[in-house]
């Protein structure tokens, strides 16, 4: 790894700051943490897929989908966590990612991916664990990778064991369990046109950005995809942009311009940080409403209030 120059440490003093002021009042959350059930119970209690061409209606954060599709639990270089929670659906497109990212790990003798929550058979709001994921356009890939060969036993993979990469208040990955092939793997992902975006802890995309040299044009391009957010310490969160097949898929801003390593750049993460912070607080002496079940990566870009299902999800929902 290279030594980090004056730029990355400036950087790393700001995270620090991010890390000690603005962050303090949101405790890191267990990704698997159980929450209270949201009343969208429904769409987690649908076991198969709505029949049909694959569609996308609404957004990551609200929305459902028509015609996903199963990810085979096993596959080259990648296996399915939790199978239990039937949250390993999602459009044909990102269950070809994830199959293609198995299959780059295998080549590469990075290990075998484990994969956590990708959508409900038809998306939808989960009762817990995730404000996102609901357009079958979303995944999960833990950092903590299996060695080739190796495969968790049945009990293992029902419940399985979270690693966290980041240290309590440390301003970089672990250094004790972040490899090169960690890197890469991001690196792979962010590549990937299909990839809008992929969320890391703030830790994490400074790793990255002292590892990668950010001032390189190719390099940059796919580090202005890596989005540092709170959580993401033991897994990556991989968003795909809108399938073409789905005109009704509601994109998200572009990430700005960028490769989102200088101070500028987090100088405005820290305010938007700020903003969502406050209009979080507002929320909850408000309302006890579904903020509460809403994780952090639903979005790097702060939202005022949560956006209600797209009406044709109802059907979605209703349909056999
Ligand atoms: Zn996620």
Redesign the pocket.
């Known amino acids: 790894m290279r030594a980090p120059g004056p730029g990355v440490r400036f950087l790393l003093v700001s995270i620090v700051a991010i890390a000690v002021g603005a962050a303090a009042p949101v405790p890191a959350r267990k ?1 698997d943490a159980p929450l209270k059930p949201a009343p969208d119970a429904a769409w987690a209690k649908v076991t198969t897929p709505a029949d049909g061409p694959p569609l996308v209606m609404g957004g990551y954060t609200q929305g459902c989908i028509q015609g996903a599709i199963a990810l085979p639990l096993d596959g080259p270089g990648y296996t399915v966590l939790r199978p239990q929670r039937l949250r390993f659906f999602g459009h044909p497109v990102l269950i070809q990612v994830v199959q293609d990212l198995g299959a780059w790990a295998d080549a590469n003798g990075v290990g075998t991916l484990l994969v ?2 990708l959508s409900q058979p038809r998306g939808g709001p989960m009762s817990y664990g ?1 404000a ?2 609901e357009a079958g356009l ?3 890939i833990w950092l903590r990778l299996l060695p080739p060969g190796q495969r968790l036993s049945d009990a293992e993979r029902r419940q399985p064991t979270a690693i966290s990469f980041v240290r309590a208040g440390a301003d970089m990955a672990d250094p004790r369990l972040w490899r090169p092939a960690h890197g890469a793997l991001v690196r792979a992902v962010a590549q990937d046109p299909r990839v809008a975006r992929l ?1 890391v802890h703030p830790a994490i995309k400074a790793s990255l950005c002292a590892t990668y040299p950010p001032e390189d044009t190719g390099t940059a391009r796919w580090l202005r995809k890596v989005r540092p957010w709170y959580g ?1 310490d033991s ?1 990556i ?1 991989i968003r795909l942009n809108c399938p073409v097949d789905s005109p009704a898929c509601e994109p998200q801003t572009p990430p700005p311009p960028g490769a989102g390593c200088d101070v500028e750049t987090f100088s405005w993460w820290r305010e938007e940080i700020a903003r969502w912070l406050a209009a979080k607080a507002r929320r909850a002496t408000q309302t006890a409403a579904r903020a509460d079940t809403r ?1 952090d ?1 639903a979005t790097d870009s702060v939202t005022d209030s949560p956006q209600p299902l797209p009406q044709a999800c109802q059907a979605i929902l209703n349909s056999r």
């Open positions: 990704p956590g929550d995730h996102s994921h979303d995944v999960d969320f993401h897994h969160h994780d990566s």
